[in-house]
């Protein structure tokens, strides 16, 4: 698979990717597995400066070049702009746009918000954000490619959720099938709007252990062995895997499309679905 990443560019000359929320968790796996692919890596941080900064020097280690960019989702949009700009800026051009920043209502001091609270605070920072940051990298990477000497394979990878169409019981579930099924199918219409210059998909990481998997309660472990055919919980790594992937030439005819990376997904006991509910 590294050989399809490193034939994105001319020999000598690295690919450039931006992978925001990467400060840590799957955001950092997908920067690091990018830089070992042959890209060079923006990290984007939304205010954890210290821990980008931690990525990009893993990065590093893996023969590439990396920075960091600073941009709060949750603030004025019109930031949005500045920060596509300045990460168009190093090199003139991105390659492969990740866009895997989302808010934290289950870590954080906002898991004691509201319902309202946290579904408003998700809406504005997951989907609101990755739609406008979407099109503006997009028509960035339209006006590249339309005006390059030789084809591109130019992509933006966004990041779903894989039961967000099947749903699960309890305000989480709800509030993560509103936001990601959103992401997932701005997905499919962005790519219909950019094709053939700039390719879109979406991987829908499954049972996942960050940090969130790593405190939670009991029930949810049960829950992964009882669901994913695989009976674990996946890593960081499986996400960032399938990402390299999709940013390759190895992938260059897939377009509009949502991977799951869940292990398998099996039905969900009824005992189960009692204990979330």
């Known amino acids: 698979m590294s050989d399809g990443v490193e034939e994105s560019a001319p020999p000598g000359i690295r690919p450039l990717a931006v992978v925001t929320g990467s400060s840590s968790g799957i955001g950092r796996a997908i920067a690091i597995e990018l ?12 205010r954890r400066i210290e821990q980008a900064e931690e990525t990009a ?16 989702y949750s603030q004025d949009t019109d930031g949005f702009v500045a920060f596509v700009e300045q990460a168009f800026a190093w090199r003139g051009k991105v390659d492969c746009w990740v866009n895997n920043a989302g808010g934290d209502v289950l870590t954080t001091e ?3 918000w509201s319902f ?42 966004n990041i779903g959720w894989d039961q967000a169409s099947s749903g699960l019981p309890g305000p989480s579930g709800q509030m993560f099938a509103c936001t990601k099924g959103a992401i997932m199918a701005m997905t499919a219409s962005l790519a ?8 879109f998909n979406c991987v829908a990481p499954g049972w996942i252990r960050t940090q969130w998997g790593e405190e939670a309660e009991p029930v949810w472990s049960d829950l992964v062995a009882g669901q994913s055919l695989q009976q674990r919980w996946g890593s960081t790594s ?13 992938a260059a005819y897939i377009n509009g499309q949502c991977l799951p990376v869940n292990g398998g997904l099996g039905d969900l006991s009824a005992e189960l679905r009692g204990r979330l509910c």
Do not use: Q
Request: aromatic share 6%; hydrophobic share 50%.
């Open 35 to 46: 830089a070992r692919h042959g890209f060079d890596i923006v990290v984007h941080a939304g």
């Open 110 to 112: 906002r898991r004691e």
């Open 57 to 72: 020097a893993l990065a590093r280690d893996h023969g590439a070049d990396a920075r960091v960019v600073v941009c709060d």
């Open 116 to 157: 309202a609270e946290k579904l408003d605070y998700l809406w504005r920072v997951d989907v609101r954000a990755t739609l406008l940051i979407s099109r503006l990298v997009a028509e960035r990477m339209f006006a590249g490619s339309i005006h390059a000497s030789s084809p591109a394979n130019r992509s933006v990878i």
């Open 192 to 199: 219909k709007s950019y094709a053939p210059h700039v390719r």
């Open 238 to 250: 499986d996400v960032a895997a399938a990402v390299a992937f999709l940013a390759s030439n190895a």
